[in-house]
């Protein structure tokens, strides 16, 4: 017996649970449940004659692999995200052709000029892709690796079936597909992080819907998820969520990066102390600081994941009487932008209308207060970007708008028809990330984010 192939698919959703082991009767196939739960599927083809069925077999059921992995592709938030499902389909063609080379014995022309240049272009597209996002994530190395290991197989493969090869030539083609249209939308929506030398947000991309959230319940509607604003030091790429069925915030779980988020493997599950418990889901997470709404006493509190202390600060004036249009007891809602921590509220003076503060980090006390006109309960949500307040509001059950804005600079307020489409119709968290100027969006149980692309004259 040889082991020939081993796939490694994580479980990305209750959708992803689609592995269709039963599709393998006829083989020798286990399959179980790996440490972090992914599905690992171990395959057995004896390595005696060319397997010609079971290679047309485990081609077909890869070709459904990819056609769902196009589906979810759909899903996926970020370009990290994106190339791991490519590595793994990489990872996949690696196996189907070394297998191809270890066990037939047909001498059939080839044309492998072809399949050589593929691989090149591929290889380009990559290091495009890479400098585009300037980017030096062991991901793109490994998918350099993997690209190289497929061009020596592939000189390596002038004796083979062509049929077999076809097949992998149309799955470069796809690959090569998708990375072009990442590419596209990567320059469309270029980042340009911490630069605020522009005139506001020109426009929203498409929403990129991850998954469900990590309890895999839909009657988790209410929660928030996003990534620390300002990490700190080892924790650069740290994301948090948390989430409940109804608007109290009991506990948040911690991933390293985005890929331990997909794979719902928390390094940390931090249940709120009792008297400590939040409520509302406008929270944020900056310098490994968890931003939020406690009710008794109603005020603005922190938790400092560093050090594992809380901390709370009465607003005077807010009001608990004002919350955002699709939940309840959303009076605090915290923002970061490149200018620092924020706090918005509505107050009985301000009859309702959104109220700005910007927080000192230090003294975790308000340094200033703007008033704006934009009515809280009409509102779907806010957030800052470059010391601009932005405020939603729903259009139709699929399209939000970007209405309002303010900017803390020059006073200046704004009527605006900025339109995103969203997943689903209530969202009960919307933040901007200076980091990586993207939205994220906690939208009825689901992760969606969006790219935000600014006006520059
Ligand atoms: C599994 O492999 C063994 C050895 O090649 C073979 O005898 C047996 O029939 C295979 N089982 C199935 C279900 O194909
Ligand atoms: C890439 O990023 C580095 C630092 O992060 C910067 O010094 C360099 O200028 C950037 N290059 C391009 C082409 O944007
Ligand atoms: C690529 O090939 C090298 C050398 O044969 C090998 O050490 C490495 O494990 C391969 N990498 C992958 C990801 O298959
Ligand atoms: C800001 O952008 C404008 C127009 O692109 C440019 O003329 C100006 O020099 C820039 N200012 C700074 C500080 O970069
Ligand atoms: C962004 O704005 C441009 C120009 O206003 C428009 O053509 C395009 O459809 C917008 N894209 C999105 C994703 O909204
Ligand atoms: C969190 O605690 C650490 C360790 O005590 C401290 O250095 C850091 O400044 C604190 N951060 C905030 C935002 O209070
Ligand atoms: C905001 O509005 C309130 C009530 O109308 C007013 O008392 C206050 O001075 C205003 N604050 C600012 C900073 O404009």
């Keep these: 017996m040889l082991p020939i192939l081993l796939l490694l698919i ?47 077999h485990m081609q077909q059921v890869s070709k459904d692999l990819i056609l769902e992995m196009e589906i979810q592709m759909d899903k996926m938030v970020s370009y990290e995200g994106k190339l791991e499902i490519y590595l793994e389909e990489l990872i996949g063609l690696t196996d189907r052709v070394a297998m191809l080379q270890s066990s037939s014995n047909k001498y059939i022309k080839l044309d492998f000029e072809l399949l050589r240049n593929e691989l090149r272009e591929f290889d380009t597209l990559v290091s495009q892709l890479r400098d585009s996002i300037n980017s030096s994530s062991p991901l793109f190395d490994s998918l350099y690796t993997e690209i190289h290991n497929m061009t020596l197989i592939v000189n390596q493969l ?42 506001g947000i020109m426009n929203i991309s498409k929403p990129m819907v991850v998954q469900m959230n990590a309890h895999l319940s839909a009657d988790y509607q209410y929660g928030g998820w996003g990534k620390d604003s300002k990490p700190v030091q080892g924790y650069e790429s740290m994301f948090f969520y948390g989430a409940y069925r109804n608007s109290h915030v009991y ?62 600060k009465l607003i005077p004036a807010a009001s ?14 915290f923002a970061a932008d490149e200018n620092g921590l924020w706090v918005m509220y509505a107050s009985e003076e301000s009859m309702g209308n959104i109220v700005l503060a910007k927080l000192d980090e230090e003294s975790f006390s308000i340094a200033g207060v703007w008033n704006t006109s934009a009515f809280k309960q009409l509102a779907g949500n806010a957030f800052m970007a470059c010391g601009v307040m932005y405020a939603t509001r729903p259009v139709d059950l699929n399209t939000e708008e970007i209405f309002y804005s303010l900017d803390t600079k020059t006073r ?17 968290n919307l933040d901007y990330n200076p980091t990586e100027q993207k939205l994220y969006m906690y939208n009825n149980g689901y992760y969606v984010s969006y790219n935000v692309r600014f006006n520059s004259e």
């Design 320 to 333: 608990q009487k004002y919350s955002y249009r699709y939940a309840d007891n959303q009076n605090l809602d």
């Design 158 to 199: 002038e004796t083979y079936d062509k049929s077999n090869l076809d097949m992998i030539r149309i799955e470069f083609a796809k690959l090569q597909k998708k990375l072009e249209e990442c590419q596209k939308d990567q320059e469309f929506f270029k980042p340009d992080i911490g630069n605020c030398n522009h005139t």
């Design 251 to 312: 506990d948040f779980y911690f991933y390293s990066d985005y890929k331990k988020l997909i794979l719902r493997s928390a390094f940390k599950h931090h249940s709120l102390s009792y008297g400590w418990q939040g409520t509302g889901n406008n929270y944020i997470v900056h310098r490994n600081t968890v931003y939020y709404q406690n009710n008794s006493p109603f005020s603005m509190t922190k938790l400092n994941l560093t050090s594992s202390e809380y901390d709370h």
């Design 10 to 56: 994580p479980v990305l959703s209750p959708a992803l649970a689609w592995i269709p082991v039963e599709d393998w009767e006829s083989g020798n196939v286990t399959a179980s449940v790996g440490d972090s739960g992914q599905c690992v599927c171990h395959v057995y083809v004896p390595d005696t004659t060319f397997p010609a069925d079971r290679v047309q």
């Design 412 to 428: 200046e307020e704004k009527q605006l028809n900025i339109r995103f489409q969203k997943f689903q119709e209530k969202y009960t």
